[in-house]
């Protein structure tokens, strides 16, 4: 007997006798099933809120200008940097970004936390990585042009968090989000060239990976002390700098390992610049009317309805109407008006018992001034910040 035929014949015997004619007998081992126990929620209190720029071009970049590190940290300091990441190309360093940014003498502050960290300026596109000291960050660089599991294998040994930068478009990264652990959502004031980022953050999201999104200015040009210091570039520093956007950690303490840790675990929002309000995202999962969990959080379904709250805390405008755009798995689930002092919205959704499910919101309303960065605003138009999302049924072994 002809051993094609002999198969098909077995399989057909067996599609006869357990499934009627026309039904696959395929089953998908990687459906949705009930996850195990998740790790508690963290406090909804027991932390502060720190906001920073994760982007940002120092003078051992070979294209900024009028950027010393000394000028990034006062300035980050005199508008309430908490945070700061001074992200240089290791390219132009050669990957050597432990002897050139982090050696500067200027590199130190008595009020503003420095990540270390370095941009990963390769032939495949951009990266952030961020660490709460000091790291073999030649390593990664070395390693650039390697397949991505070689990559992968050494970034967790260095035990870095490694974020994706500018994900569309010119230099965008071009490598497996599998190794990243945040992305960057909103890069320079600039908003709306960022679309195709959130779309790239969407899909990587309802495909099962528990994204953290962040802002980076990705400034590289101060303004000049003196006329004659002056560059060609010198009047991004009026529109970008600083900043814009300004990234919120919810921090459970202020140090440099925590707001790393925080980026990782996605407690995190983006406002337009330092003096936006802050988009805040909690869910009362019992209904009693105090929330138990905020964005970043996931947890499992219990097949009920969940109370969403976004509010808004800072500098708003009471007489102002805000727009909240909820994002549920990628689609758009609703659109509500905010208003008044701590403009607030509520609404009620049943996250689905089996499979993952993920809410997200984005704010827009009228621009905060930020006179120091005085054309940001233009720029950035009436979006006002974004939250990251409340996650539901996300498996942590993902
Ligand atoms: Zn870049
Ligand atoms: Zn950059």
Not at 25 to 37: F, K
Not at 260 to 267: A, F, I, M, P, Q
Not at 303 to 329: C, E, H, I, M, W
Request: some cysteine; charged content about 20%.
């Amino acid at each position: 007997m002809h051993r094609s035929v002999f198969v098909a014949g077995l399989i057909m015997a067996g599609c006869l006798t357990s499934l009627a004619i026309g039904q696959s007998s395929h089953t998908d081992p990687w459906a949705p099933i009930e996850i195990g126990v998740l790790p508690p929620i963290a406090s909804l209190t027991g932390g502060e809120w720190l906001k920073g720029d994760l982007h940002v071009h120092s003078r051992h970049s070979k294209e900024s200008s009028n950027n010393s590190v000394a000028t990034i940290i006062s300035f980050s300091k005199s508008v309430g940097m908490d945070y700061l990441c001074i992200t240089d190309h290791d390219n132009h360093v050669l990957g050597d970004v432990a002897h050139n940014t982090w050696t500067d003498p200027e590199f130190k502050s008595d009020s503003v936390l420095l990540l270390y960290g370095a941009e990963w300026t390769t032939t495949r596109g951009h990266g952030n990585a961020f660490s709460a000291r000091p790291y073999d960050h030649q390593r990664l660089y070395d390693v650039r042009d390697q397949r991505d599991v070689v990559v992968g294998a050494v970034k967790k040994e260095l035990g870095i968090h490694l974020s994706a930068n500018h994900p569309s478009g010119k230099d965008h990264f071009g490598y497996s989000y599998d190794m990243v652990d945040s992305i960057e959502v909103w890069n320079s004031s600039y908003w709306p060239k960022n679309a195709n980022a959130i779309m790239i953050w969407d899909d990587m999201l309802s495909s099962g990976r528990k994204l953290t999104g962040r802002g980076g200015s990705d400034a590289h040009h101060g303004a000049p002390e003196t006329p004659d210091k002056a560059t060609k570039n010198s009047f991004q520093a009026k529109s970008n700098y600083i900043g814009t956007p300004t990234t919120w950690v919810f921090a459970p303490a202020r140090t440099s390992q925590a707001v790393v840790d925080t980026l990782t675990g996605g407690r995190v929002s983006v406002s337009a610049n330092p003096y936006a309000p802050r988009v805040e995202f909690y869910a009362d999962l019992d209904q009693d009317g105090k929330m138990d969990m905020m964005m970043g959080d996931n947890t499992k379904s219990t097949g009920k309805p969940v109370k969403f709250r976004v509010q808004l805390t800072g500098n708003t405008v009471p007489t102002a109407s805000y727009t909240v755009n909820v994002v549920k798995d990628g689609n758009k689930f609703g659109t509500f008006q905010a208003i008044g002092k701590i403009p607030m919205v509520e609404f009620t959704d049943t996250p689905a018992l089996l499979g993952r499910t993920y809410y997200r919101v984005t704010v827009e309303g009228p621009p905060t001034a930020y006179p120091q960065v005085p054309e940001s605003m233009a720029m950035s138009g009436n979006m006002v910040g974004l939250s990251n999302p409340i996650y539901f049924n996300f498996d942590p072994n993902f």
